[in-house]
């Protein structure tokens, strides 16, 4: 009981000296970072394994990805039971004791909630599909085909086939944002938003510490379901209609009235198709619906709008683009949750730095970006070490995520078209990528596991692992954990204004971070190239009497100071101004 008290006693103390924007969140994709059985899955009881090295890291908050039961289609993403721990990642008593550890620590614990659609196997749809009179049959989307044999309406899934799935016993069809086996669940129905409420509220009277609420804009549908022009696109056609839907704003409230607003936790929504004002509803205080956005553009900057697969150039101005609107033109109160690569994205030092030539020093230069924007910052494990993509996938059948393949499965067998080329973009740009195996040592199983791991190991596990950086102080585990140090002392590198300089540079970025206690300038190179900077007589002014936080070349510092310097590929400078 003293334990426990003492636990208690800890998350209340960092609740009061530290305000929820300033937590520092570390995702765990449970099943890709520490195996305790061998079986070559991560599990809680490997997370309590490595209980030590996050909170050495210095995150405040970790977010698990869901590990509710689920016949893993999609990893999770597909729910059969809400309120039980899958047996491949332990029991309710591994959950509760690794809930325990981080409370010991100050660490908050954030789950992930799937409350837009659940398995085609939960028990509720296996109840739907007996017939239209059982009382089940409300908590999914159906409608009658259109009378020609054809579905409901043109529009498509994610997956790229339609969004309709016809259920041959009753002749009518079900509706799913997603993959097939994934239904959508009916939000208008207010027996699911029921079932959904008692679900959070079953975690978080164990004592978690809030959520990442998947999908969390897609939740109210235009139920008249129009067809859409916008046939031309393969995926998601239709998506106008539910992205920020007609009652979103109602029931968020109605969740937060009921259940976010009487615990001390936080809530991250993950969102696409925002924009400003979209944000500014879903996160002013005030109107009691979600404390952050997750902003998601930053990790799309590659993407072709028209086609997700295929990439497009980006310029150093799209990013600070980018991030002007959500840094600086966002309402003061309004908030957002900050991530260069999760789950869902490739890593991050592939596609916004280097990681062939310059992937230490672009690593690093990222994490002083990340750990320097105004919002809550999310990293992704494996981040912290410059872990890479998955160079190594080199056929289809290497691939597991199920949009992927989707993907290759329409374009070549469905289509006909060049194997070779869709080939490419999927091996690009997959989400297994971030998916590959947490890299904690040089050995066979690369320390994860002392079986088969579920997926294939990254090779350059030799060069690239924590065992390795642990006790090098100029590796990119240590900067990381500076960086989060800094972050942590200073809350004006959260919660204080961001105004970029330079900015017609096309490779140097920088900007201020103020409070009127503090003021910090960020000085970056996102180029693999040497590059020239020279930086405003004002900012100039302010260099004489800073000091150096942490910066890349300590050489530079008085020519920056006296007028221009040439900086390194991706060097990093963090002045505290006097």
């Known amino acids: 009981m003293s334990k426990q008290l003492d636990a208690a006693q800890s998350m209340k103390q960092l609740q009061t000296d530290m305000h929820w924007k300033e937590n520092i969140v570390y995702e765990i994709y449970v099943r890709s970072f520490n195996d305790s059985n061998g079986d070559g899955i991560g599990d809680l009881r490997g997370i309590l394994e490595k209980i030590d090295y996050i909170a050495d890291l210095g995150v405040t908050a970790v977010w698990l990805s869901p590990i509710f039961d689920s016949p893993n289609r999609d990893y999770g993403y597909d729910v059969i039971d809400y309120r039980k721990v899958h047996p491949e990642y332990g029991t309710m008593e591994d959950f509760d004791e690794l809930l325990q550890a981080l409370h010991d620590r100050g660490i908050r614990l954030v789950m992930e909630i799937v409350p837009n659609h659940t398995s085609s196997d939960h028990p509720w749809f296996q109840e739907a599909l007996k017939g239209p009179d059982n009382p089940y049959r409300d908590y999914y989307i159906w409608r009658a085909g259109d009378g020609n044999g054809n579905p409901p309406n043109n529009w498509t899934s994610f997956l790229g086939d339609s969004a309709w799935k016809l259920d041959e016993e009753s002749g009518e069809y079900y509706f799913h944002t997603y993959a097939a086996h994934q239904p959508d669940l009916n939000w208008d129905n207010p027996k699911v938003r029921e079932e959904m409420a008692n679900a959070m509220d079953f975690w978080l009277e164990k004592g978690t510490d809030g959520f990442r609420v998947d999908t969390a804009n897609v939740l109210s549908k235009d139920m008249s379901f129009p067809d859409t022009d916008d046939t031309e696109r393969l995926q998601g056609s239709g998506e106008h209609f539910y992205k920020n839907g007609p009652h979103i704003h109602e029931y968020l409230r109605e969740l937060n009235d009921r259940v976010f607003s009487r615990y001390p936790v936080f809530t991250m929504g993950e969102s696409s198709q925002v924009e400003l004002e979209d944000v500014e509803k879903y996160t002013l205080p005030e109107r ?80 002083v970006f990340l750990m320097t ?82 997926q294939r190991i990254n090779p350059n596990k030799s060069e690239i692992n924590a065992a390795e950086q642990e006790n090098d102080p100029h590796s990119v585990l240590n900067l990381y954990r500076r960086m989060i140090r800094l972050r942590r002392d200073h809350p004006a590198l959260t919660l204080g204004t961001y105004e970029p300089i330079l900015d017609d540079h096309e490779h140097i970025y920088a900007y201020l971070r103020e409070t009127d206690e503090e003021s910090w300038l960020i000085v970056l190179n996102f180029s693999r190239t040497a590059t020239q900077v020279e930086l405003p007589s004002d900012v100039r002014a302010r260099l004489s009497d800073a000091d150096c936080a942490i910066c890349s070349d300590e050489s530079k510092l008085k020519d920056l100071s006296r007028g221009s310097a040439e900086l390194a590929p991706y060097a990093y400078f963090v002045f505290k101004l006097g």
């Open 373 to 454: 924007l105004r919002g809550t910052p999310n990293l992704l494990q494996g981040e912290e070490l410059g872990m890479t993509n998955a160079h190594f996938f080199n056929t289809i059948e290497d691939i597991k995520e199920q949009q992927a393949l989707a993907y290759y499965n329409q374009r070549v067998n469905e289509q006909g078209e060049d194997p070779e080329t869709i080939l490419r973009r999927v091996l690009k740009k997959n989400r297994d990528h971030s998916r590959t195996p947490m890299q904690w040592n040089d050995e066979a199983g690369a320390g994860f596991t002392t079986g088969k791991p579920w």
């Open 288 to 367: 009691r619906e979600l404390d952050l956005i997750l902003m998601i553009e930053a990790s799309k900057i590659c993407d072709d709008p028209q086609d997700m697969w295929q990439s497009k150039p980006w310029k150093l101005s799209h990013l600070k683009d980018i991030m002007r609107k959500w840094l600086k033109d966002l309402h003061d109160e309004a908030w957002i949750g900050l991530y260069l690569s999760n789950h869902d994205h490739v890593r991050m030092v592939s596609y916004l730095g280097d990681d062939v030539n310059h992937r230490e020093q672009s690593a690093k230069m990222l994490a």
